[in-house]
């Protein structure tokens, strides 16, 4: 069988179609966070040194790279899901029994959260 289990062709396929757009739009999202940053009150200095700590966190993220397998699909979304690069409403089209464990996931972080 090829593949990894439990990540079906469909989900796959879906899955990296999507990711370039959901990418963008949360850079974009960053580079806007920066602006603000650089915008703001301070010393230039302070702001640069800001944002240079900000860039070396944000590049970590999903949202601005992931390792493309199938066996990290399901963890990239839940990185997406916690970063906000993505919501619930993103996972539209995904199988059944992939949103729903992702929406398990977003359940559940929630009840964490709020303890």
């Given at each position: 069988m090829r593949g990894?289990?439990?990540v079906n062709e469909k989900d796959w396929k879906l899955f990296r179609s999507r990711i370039p757009d959901w990418q963008e739009a949360y850079?974009?999202?960053?580079?806007?966070?920066?602006?603000?940053?650089?915008s703001g009150e301070g010393n230039p200095s302070d702001k640069f040194w800001a944002l240079e700590e900000r860039i070396r966190q944000d590049k970590k993220d999903s949202g601005?790279?992931?390792?493309?397998?199938?066996?990290?699909?399901?963890?990239i979304l839940m990185?997406?899901?916690?970063?906000?690069?993505?919501?619930?409403?993103?996972l539209d089209g995904f199988s059944d029994d992939l949103?729903?464990?992702?929406?398990?996931?977003?359940?559940?972080?929630k009840r964490r959260e709020n303890q």
């Open positions: 990894t289990p439990g850079m974009d999202r960053l580079n806007h966070e920066y602006i603000e940053l650089l601005v790279q992931a390792e493309m397998s199938r066996s990290n699909m399901k963890f990185d997406l899901l916690d970063e906000g690069a993505i919501t619930a409403a993103d949103r729903d464990s992702l929406l398990t996931y977003i359940e559940l972080r």
